[in-house]
């Protein structure tokens, strides 16, 4: 008489691991774009935020506010359904039609919609949250430092973005990491637009091999892995660029 393993004990096949590995991969391709794109809006709403004429600075706040209190997944479904009527059939076609770039033998293929849609709503979700950080950043910053640069002959947006900025990326360069951290846990969501990332790939599993334990188990190992890897890459990068002691002394301690 053979004894059967229960079903939380029993083994993933061999090729719905590689489905879960694939899945992981295209989690780290969204991730990087969304943590890349988010930094870029963060930046460019911290400057608009920065400015002193009211119509460049109170829109951006408008926006980072909206963002921040919305929930993502309803986000993910305005740019995926409803950026899709806006923008129109012909240029979703354009999009969708794109071959990719070759490159000898070699060929990358285009982005899916689902792909962009999720990069992009991810990117400027995060890139709100990135804006509040650095804008915490920058008010850690003495304003002497920004005075000391007018009188010495730099202009207002010479010593915003030669003096000031520098500075406040310093501070805030652990907080932003955490951030970063977030954002690859939010790339998740993605799933509910169709693209096949990790969880969407951890539920594909599920549902074909009916092992849920196995299937979330080995989805919530390799987020652990990712994230993981960032907390222990980032600093090292922040050390080399000299960041590391000054985003962990406090404003106006000694370094």
Same mark, same amino acid.
Request: some cysteine.
């Given at each position: 008489?053979?004894?059967?393993l229960?079903?939380?004990?029993?083994?993933?096949?061999?090729?719905?691991?590689?489905?879960?590995?694939?899945?992981?991969?295209?989690?780290?391709?969204?991730?990087?774009?969304?943590?890349?794109?988010?930094?870029?809006?963060?930046?460019l709403?911290?400057? =608009? &935020?920065? #400015?002193? %004429? @009211?119509? *460049?600075?109170?829109? !951006?706040?408008?926006?980072?506010?909206f963002?921040?209190?919305?929930?993502?997944?309803?986000?993910?479904?305005?740019?995926?359904?409803?950026?899709?009527?806006?923008?129109?059939?012909?240029?979703?076609?354009?999009?969708?039609?794109?071959?990719?770039?070759?490159?000898?033998?070699?060929?990358?293929?285009?982005?899916?919609?689902?792909?962009?849609?999720?990069?992009?709503?991810?990117?400027?979700?995060?890139?709100?949250?990135?804006?509040?950080?650095?804008?915490?950043?920058?008010?850690a910053?003495?304003?002497?430092?920004?005075?000391?640069?007018?009188?010495?002959?730099?202009?207002?947006?010479?010593?915003?973005?030669?003096?000031v900025?520098?500075?406040? =990326? &310093?501070? #805030?360069? %652990? @907080?932003? *990491?955490?951030?970063? !951290?977030?954002?690859?846990?939010?790339?998740?969501?993605?799933?509910?637009?169709?693209?096949?990332?990790?969880?969407?790939?951890?539920?594909?599993?599920?549902?074909?091999?009916?092992?849920?334990f196995?299937?979330?188990?080995?989805?919530?190992?390799?987020?652990?892995?990712?994230?993981?890897?960032?907390?222990?890459?980032?600093?090292?990068?922040?050390?080399?660029?000299?960041?590391?002691?000054?985003?962990?002394?406090?404003?106006?301690?000694?370094?």
């Amino acid at each position: 008489m053979s004894l059967s393993l229960p079903a939380f004990l029993q083994p993933l096949p061999p090729r719905y691991l590689g489905w879960m590995l694939e899945g992981f991969g295209m989690t780290l391709l969204v991730s990087a774009a969304a943590i890349a794109g988010g930094l870029i809006i963060g930046l460019l709403l911290t400057g =608009l &935020r920065a #400015s002193t %004429l @009211p119509w *460049l600075h109170l829109p !951006a706040r408008a926006l980072v506010a909206f963002v921040r209190k919305t929930p993502l997944l309803v986000q993910l479904f305005f740019w995926y359904f409803g950026a899709a009527q806006l923008l129109g059939e012909h240029v979703i076609g354009a999009i969708t039609g794109w071959n990719g770039i070759a490159l000898g033998n070699w060929r990358l293929p285009a982005p899916s919609f689902e792909f962009l849609a999720a990069a992009f709503g991810i990117a400027l979700y995060a890139g709100a949250f990135f804006s509040e950080e650095l804008r915490a950043g920058l008010r850690a910053v003495p304003q002497g430092q920004r005075e000391a640069a007018l009188s010495l002959g730099f202009t207002p947006r010479a010593a915003f973005l030669r003096v000031v900025l520098p500075q406040a =990326l &310093r501070v #805030s360069a %652990l @907080p932003l *990491l955490g951030q970063c !951290a977030n954002t690859i846990k939010n790339t998740s969501l993605a799933m509910g637009i169709g693209l096949a990332e990790l969880s969407y790939s951890a539920r594909q599993v599920e549902t074909d091999t009916l092992l849920a334990f196995q299937a979330f188990a080995v989805a919530t190992v390799l987020y652990a892995a990712a994230i993981l890897l960032l907390q222990w890459a980032a600093p090292m990068l922040l050390h080399r660029l000299g960041w590391a002691r000054a985003s962990a002394t406090p404003a106006g301690a000694p370094a």
